[in-house]
């Protein structure tokens, strides 16, 4: 089983700032990485796929880059919407499909 | 429009059993595979099942379910179950239903609570 390693846990940002949150594969996913957003009592929705293709609809703020190891998901000038969950699950080695622990991306 | 709508859930005790659905719609529900997603409250998410599109011929559990929960899929009725048997208190949490797309779970419905408790 591939575990998936977020860091940091939480990450405290200013609205209109940037972040950068980072996910580790224990092996190579290639590129086969998404990231998921979740807000409280919501489900999650995918935001990045291929580990750098944004998701229908989703805006040119959210950028994500890597492949093999070590990936990141960059939110440039946060929203307030953005304030929120992420996770990040791989789809390279399955079963299982396995997601990070989540970043908590809250505002400071 | 894709939706995906849950039910099934509630309250149930150690050792009990429960069955959860999954109404798909907006979408040729039989040409995609599903999955169930959990999430323990304050937890991050888990897969726990998936069964392939149309014939259902290709079923995988996570190994915390294997041998107590069974999925299937109704493609006439365009749903999908999860039989859970033998619950435990650590099985309580919202369970998701996702649809799998060309690579991620591109869909996924709002969420049915199961609490396990005596």
């Known amino acids: 089983e591939i575990v998936m390693t977020q860091s940091p846990a939480t990450l405290s940002v200013s609205p209109g700032e940037s972040a950068t949150l980072s996910c580790r594969a224990s092996?190579?996913?290639?590129?086969?990485l998404a990231w998921y957003q979740q807000k409280p009592g919501q489900a999650p929705r995918v935001l990045i796929y291929?580990?750098?293709t944004r998701a229908t609809g989703i805006p040119a703020r959210f950028s994500g880059s890597g492949s093999g190891t070590e990936f990141t998901l960059t939110i440039s000038s946060l929203q307030s919407e953005d304030f929120a969950v992420y996770y990040c699950?791989?789809?390279?080695?399955?079963?299982?499909?396995?997601f990070g622990q989540g970043t908590k991306v809250e505002i400071k | 429009e894709v939706q995906l709508v849950e039910s099934g859930g509630g309250l149930v005790q150690p050792g009990g059993s429960l069955r959860l659905s999954c109404a798909a719609s907006?979408?040729?529900?039989?040409?995609?595979?599903m999955n169930w997603v959990r999430q323990a409250p304050g937890k991050g998410l888990e897969w726990v099942s998936y069964?392939?599109?149309?014939?259902?011929?290709?079923?995988y559990y996570a190994d915390s379910v294997k041998g107590r929960f069974t999925i299937s899929r109704d493609n006439a009725k365009n749903s999908l179950y999860l039989q859970m048997s033998s619950l435990t208190a650590e099985d309580t949490a919202v369970y998701y239903c996702?649809?799998?797309?060309?690579?991620?779970?591109?869909?996924w419905g709002q969420g049915t609570l199961v609490t396990v408790s005596s």
């Open positions: 996702a649809r799998r797309g060309m690579t991620t779970f591109d869909y």
């Open positions: 907006g979408f040729p529900f039989s040409s995609y595979s």
């Open positions: 069964i392939s599109s149309t014939s259902s011929n290709t079923i």
């Open positions: 092996q190579s996913v290639s590129s086969n």
């Open positions: 291929g580990a750098s």
């Open positions: 699950q791989q789809y390279n080695n399955w079963p299982p499909w396995t």
